[in-house]
């Protein structure tokens, strides 16, 4: 075998990785604006072509914390080669389907791509040199927010003028490229420092069951009733296995997530804002794009066609590519617990803004660039202070539970802006203008909440000590 090639020989290795990781961004702009049009392609109902997004989340919350770990492995490129293969089929197979049974699977396998992100960033950690990791691991991470405000524009374009099928078809087309590219430059052979243990099977079928149920009850609640016997029994069911999940990985040896790194206070903060900041994101962009879309006679609507409804979500990519390359700049005379509570107050500020303002076109705009702010600042430090806290072979794991959080918290705030949206219809089966001001409230307390959280911590990590009066030392 080969020895892999140095780090330094590889200078496209980080264009590489993030043109690979554009991958979540293709196919999660393949959701929401779709569904009204899928719905009457397949002749189903709103509400049943809702499961293209549903499924999509559950295959993803299974597999992104499998593949995390599957990533501090030795086969780290046979792993994404394999994932890439995968979100391809699916993507043939939607683009393809027949019924929407078919176009069902497809999407289903496309849920691998929410696992894409922790893998490149082991492969990152694993052989950019130590000066580039943290800036790669920053551009990384906030891949996805930048790319879905490039790929909502293109599949609002291709869907109105091509079909639906066009865009999927132009997912096919991107990850045929996205192979060809990890196949020429991502390190080939085994990576010899890679965990070589026996995989936790247990602790993934445990795990995988629980998000599931979990999400399950969270996704389709409000249609369910939230006391049904449906609910409430996916609801018991997830605490009851992801309780059992705890307790298993924290007696074996090489768990597949390792819940004592996680319990580490940079891991902490990181994913408790990962939960809070995602369903405040989700929020936004879902009731934001709604506003674009819906009738003038609502009294809040934009009344944007598809074409157009996609380049709302723009000003969120231009705002957090601009934010990632000041925080790469920032970061090494910042602390990383100090750029969370930075960013978690722009996205308080953006969230209230939406609440408050939301009627007019640039205000959705404004509100849109101010996400992409805030998130392309907490994302980027999040990543990197899981980085500094575990072990090189614990870092794939990490992150991917951490990419799982912001899932979960993405579809917690799906459902409950569901929810309320779905508490205050208006007879022409559009929200009320209360209805659409409530959710954007609830969004905001989200933020706050967390922002609030932060700045404590922030605060408390500044303070001297009163008893010896030396001041702590910078995370």
């Given at each position: 075998?080969?020895?892999?090639?140095?780090?330094?020989?590889?200078?496209?290795?980080?264009?590489?990785?993030?043109?690979?990781?554009?991958?979540?961004?293709?196919?999660?702009?393949?959701?929401?604006?779709?569904?009204?049009?899928?719905?009457?392609?397949?002749?189903?109902?709103?509400?049943?072509?809702?499961?293209?997004?549903?499924?999509?989340?559950?295959?993803?919350?299974?597999?992104?914390?499998?593949?995390?770990?599957?990533?501090?492995?030795?086969?780290?490129?046979?792993?994404?080669?394999?994932?890439?293969?995968?979100?391809?089929?699916?993507?043939l197979m939607a683009a393809c389907a027949p019924n929407f049974a078919v176009f069902l699977l497809g999407r289903a396998l496309q849920g691998?791509?929410?696992?894409?992100?922790?893998?490149?960033?082991?492969?990152?950690?694993?052989?950019?040199?130590?000066?580039?990791?943290?800036?790669?691991?920053?551009?990384?991470?906030?891949?996805?927010?930048?790319?879905?405000?490039?790929?909502?524009?293109?599949?609002?374009?291709?869907?109105?003028?091509?079909?639906?099928?066009?865009?999927?078809?132009?997912?096919?087309?991107?990850?045929?490229?996205?192979?060809?590219?990890?196949?020429?430059?991502?390190?080939?052979?085994?990576?010899?420092?890679?965990?070589?243990?026996?995989?936790?099977?247990?602790?993934?079928?445990?795990?995988?069951?629980?998000?599931?149920?979990?999400?399950?009850?969270?996704?389709?609640?409000?249609?369910?009733?939230?006391?049904?016997?449906?609910?409430?029994?996916?609801?018991?069911?997830?605490?009851?296995?992801?309780?059992?999940?705890?307790?298993?990985?924290?007696?074996?040896?090489?768990?597949?997530?390792?819940?004592?790194?996680?319990?580490?206070?940079?891991?902490?903060?990181?994913?408790?804002?990962?939960?809070?900041?995602?369903?405040?994101?989700?929020?936004?962009?879902?009731?934001?794009?709604?506003?674009?879309?819906?009738?003038?006679?609502?009294?809040?609507?934009?009344?944007?066609?598809?074409?157009?409804?996609?380049?709302?979500?723009?000003?969120?990519?231009?705002?957090?590519?601009?934010?990632?390359?000041?925080?790469?700049?920032?970061?090494?005379?910042?602390?990383?617990?100090?750029?969370?509570?930075?960013?978690?107050?722009?996205?308080?500020?953006?969230?209230?803004?939406?609440?408050?303002?939301?009627?007019?076109?640039?205000?959705?705009?404004?509100?849109?660039?101010?996400?992409?702010?805030?998130?392309?600042?907490?994302?980027?430090?999040?990543?990197?202070?899981?980085?500094?806290?575990?072990?090189?072979?614990?870092?794939?794991?990490?992150?991917?539970?951490?990419?799982?959080?912001?899932?979960?918290?993405?579809?917690?705030?799906?459902?409950?802006?569901?929810?309320?949206?779905?508490?205050?219809?208006?007879?022409?089966?559009?929200?009320?203008?209360?209805?659409?001001?409530?959710?954007?409230?609830?969004?905001?307390?989200?933020?706050?909440?967390?922002?609030?959280?932060?700045?404590?911590?922030?605060?408390?990590?500044?303070?001297?000590?009163?008893?010896?009066?030396?001041?702590?030392?910078?995370?």
């Amino acid at each position: 075998m080969p020895p892999v090639s140095e780090p330094s020989t590889r200078p496209r290795l980080v264009p590489a990785l993030v043109y690979t990781a554009l991958t979540s961004a293709i196919v999660s702009s393949l959701g929401m604006l779709l569904v009204p049009t899928v719905a009457q392609e397949f002749s189903v109902t709103v509400s049943a072509a809702q499961w293209m997004l549903t499924i999509n989340l559950l295959v993803g919350a299974v597999a992104t914390p499998i593949m995390g770990r599957l990533s501090d492995g030795p086969h780290k490129k046979r792993l994404l080669q394999w994932s890439l293969a995968t979100i391809l089929v699916g993507s043939l197979m939607a683009a393809c389907a027949p019924n929407f049974a078919v176009f069902l699977l497809g999407r289903a396998l496309q849920g691998l791509s929410y696992g894409i992100v922790p893998v490149t960033i082991a492969l990152a950690r694993r052989y950019l040199d130590e000066e580039k990791v943290r800036p790669g691991i920053s551009s990384l991470s906030v891949t996805v927010s930048t790319g879905l405000g490039l790929g909502y524009p293109l599949t609002g374009i291709l869907a109105s003028v091509t079909g639906f099928r066009v865009a999927f078809g132009f997912a096919v087309v991107f990850l045929i490229s996205a192979s060809v590219v990890v196949w020429r430059i991502v390190p080939d052979g085994p990576d010899l420092r890679g965990l070589r243990t026996r995989f936790d099977l247990p602790g993934a079928v445990l795990l995988g069951s629980g998000l599931s149920a979990l999400l399950l009850a969270v996704s389709e609640g409000s249609g369910w009733g939230w006391t049904s016997a449906w609910t409430l029994g996916c609801s018991a069911a997830a605490v009851v296995l992801l309780t059992g999940w705890a307790v298993a990985e924290l007696r074996i040896p090489n768990p597949l997530v390792n819940l004592r790194a996680v319990r580490t206070k940079d891991v902490l903060l990181a994913n408790g804002t990962a939960i809070g900041l995602g369903a405040a994101m989700y929020i936004g962009m879902s009731v934001g794009s709604l506003v674009a879309q819906s009738p003038t006679s609502t009294g809040y609507g934009i009344a944007l066609p598809l074409f157009w409804a996609g380049f709302v979500v723009l000003p969120l990519s231009v705002g957090s590519f601009g934010a990632n390359r000041v925080v790469r700049r920032l970061a090494r005379r910042i602390r990383l617990t100090t750029l969370l509570p930075l960013g978690a107050g722009v996205m308080t500020i953006s969230a209230v803004h939406l609440w408050l303002e939301h009627d007019r076109l640039w205000e959705i705009l404004i509100g849109m660039f101010l996400f992409g702010v805030g998130t392309g600042t907490t994302y980027a430090a999040m990543p990197a202070l899981i980085a500094r806290s575990v072990a090189d072979t614990e870092l794939g794991s990490a992150v991917s539970f951490n990419q799982v959080l912001r899932t979960v918290g993405g579809a917690f705030g799906s459902a409950l802006s569901g929810a309320v949206l779905a508490a205050h219809m208006a007879g022409d089966g559009h929200p009320t203008d209360s209805g659409i001001t409530l959710a954007f409230a609830l969004g905001a307390l989200g933020s706050a909440v967390v922002f609030a959280a932060l700045a404590v911590n922030w605060i408390r990590t500044r303070r001297p000590r009163s008893n010896t009066g030396v001041t702590p030392t910078p995370m």
